[in-house]
Nanobody, 115 residues
Framework: QVRLVESGGGLVQPGESLRLTCTGY????????MAWHRQAPGKERELVAR???????EYADSVKGRFTISRNNAYNTVFLQMNNLKPEDTAVYYC?????????WGRGTQVTVSS
């Protein structure tokens, strides 16, 4: 059974950093593209960053230069390093495994940026 488990969210002040972790189970992880999405209250879920099996990355314009997605295939893990966080980054962050069989989502982890 494919399963994604996120951790690392929390409450931080503007300008601070967080690192989110997602561990995948039941996936041939090293050949799998992975992504992070987020959903703020009252808004649609949006792509934040993604990484393919070769390590190529793509970011939403709103997070470029502040967020970094990376992966450790030995531990079936993908990370999202978030620096210089802003109040508008407040959202539930979801790990995503897109496959031909459809999307698999984690349960999400809350990130709140507030002074």
């Amino acid at each position: 059974q494919v399963r994604l488990v996120e951790s690392g969210g929390g409450l931080v002040q503007p300008g601070e950093s967080l690192r989110l972790t997602c561990t995948g189970y039941g996936i041939n992880f090293k050949i799998s593209p992975m992504a992070w999405h987020r959903q703020a209250p009252g808004k649609e879920r949006e792509l934040v960053a993604r990484i393919n099996s070769g390590g190529d990355t793509e970011y939403a314009d709103s997070v470029k230069g502040r967020f970094t997605i990376s992966r450790n295939n030995a531990y079936n893990t993908v990370f999202l390093q978030m620096n210089n966080l802003k109040p508008e980054d407040t959202a539930v962050y979801y790990c995503n495994y897109p496959s031909n069989a459809g999307n698999t989502w984690g349960r999400g982890t809350q990130v709140t940026v507030s002074s």
